[in-house]
């Protein structure tokens, strides 16, 4: 039984946290037209290319998420470096200075360079499909059917990182 214990200890103490970052996002109907949706999921749906102006509330979630779930989207996410760093290299998250680490056998912070040893089709720095696979284990996209809304959660290990996937998205 001790050692047992001492097992889930030492286990326990291995596990990295993760941290989580909520948001809720409504499709927004105006009075003025009903088409209208909140400003800021038209303009993701945009950068993915999706008209979501004249669709109904509940296809307009929809939308909204298969978009925010897209390669497209992934595509102009991956243009944000501080997210891709974040994303692609954390190596851990120093709690006592608030600091994400770096994995400096994937990226340079003080040169602000991918070093990572990769081959063929892959590059130093990654693409967006790369981006794309690792992205989804940090975020998910849930539309609660009753009310339209969009749970949107983003997980890392550090929590201001976490906020900023969402900030970001």
């Not at 990226?107 to 720095?125: I, L, T």
Request: aromatic share 12%; glycine share 4%.
């Amino acid at each position: 039984i001790f050692i047992s214990g001492l097992i889930s200890a030492a286990y326990s103490l291995s596990i990295k946290d993760i941290y989580k970052s909520s948001a809720l996002l409504m499709v927004n109907e105006d009075k003025q037209s009903s088409t209208s949706i909140n400003s800021s999921m038209i303009g993701l749906s945009q950068l993915a290319g999706i008209n979501l102006q004249g669709s109904s509330s509940s296809n307009k979630s929809i939308i909204a998420i298969k978009t925010l779930e897209s390669k497209n989207f992934a595509n102009t996410l991956v243009k944000n470096d501080e997210l891709l760093v974040g994303i692609m290299a954390t190596k851990y998250y120093d709690k006592e200075n608030k600091k994400i680490i770096v994995d400096n056998d994937i990226y340079d912070a003080k040169e602000g360079e991918w070093v990572r040893e990769v081959s063929y089709p892959f590059f130093k720095k990654p693409s967006y499909i790369e981006f794309f696979d690792k992205y989804h284990n940090h975020i998910s996209f849930d539309l609660n059917q009753k009310t339209g809304l969009i749970e949107v959660n983003s997980f890392h290990q550090s929590p201001f990182f976490a906020k900023k996937i969402i900030e970001i998205t």
